[in-house]
């Protein structure tokens, strides 16, 4: 697959959340992990790219199978409440 401009961006932008898997930037791009890697050395600066490896690195939140949440998404309790367009208080 091609990657346009636009789609590289948003693979970084995906590889640098904490939260986002491997798995999903998959789904999305058929780009499995050693290729997306490959993309991020490719298009960051060295430096940048030793950072995020470093971060990466072992992070469990990175891989499916290694997650402690199954189903749904991941929310802090320290996350504001929002219902109906407003924000509950605490």
Do not use: Y
């Amino acid at each position: 697959m091609k990657l346009t401009t636009e789609n590289i961006d948003r693979v970084i932008e995906m590889a640098w959340e904490d939260r986002t898997t491997f798995e999903a930037i998959k789904f999305q791009f058929q780009l499995n992990e050693q290729e997306v890697i490959s993309l991020m050395r490719k298009e960051m600066k060295p430096s940048s790219f030793k950072m995020w490896r470093k971060r990466v690195q072992g992070r469990k939140t990175k891989h499916e199978k290694l997650r402690s949440f199954e189903k749904g998404r991941f929310k802090c309790s320290r996350q504001k409440q929002i219902t109906h367009n407003t924000i509950s208080k605490r």
